[in-house]
């Protein structure tokens, strides 16, 4: 079961809408608002890779959303 934190940038004084959006995307585990580089932690849990790259993608996608990290767990 593929696991992966993406950490967020989103526009400053839109990181609690983001937060929100990204908290309903389905696989989303938890989110985090941060202070320092980024602006939001994220932990997805998916079936495949195929469906956590699918969620990467889909926070990409949210409106204020400036650029993400992705890190893979390995164990």
Do not use: W
Not at 21 to 35: G, S
Not at 42 to 70: C, D, G, M, S
């Amino acid at each position: 079961m593929p696991l992966a934190f993406v950490m967020v940038n989103t526009i400053p004084d839109q990181m609690e809408p983001v937060l929100e959006k990204i908290r309903e995307i389905k696989c989303v585990e938890e989110a985090y608002m941060l202070y320092g580089v980024y602006d939001i932690l994220t932990e997805v849990k998916t079936e495949t890779t195929e469906e956590l790259k699918e969620i990467i993608l889909h926070i990409r996608t949210v409106k204020h959303v400036l650029n993400t990290l992705t890190l893979m767990a390995v164990s």
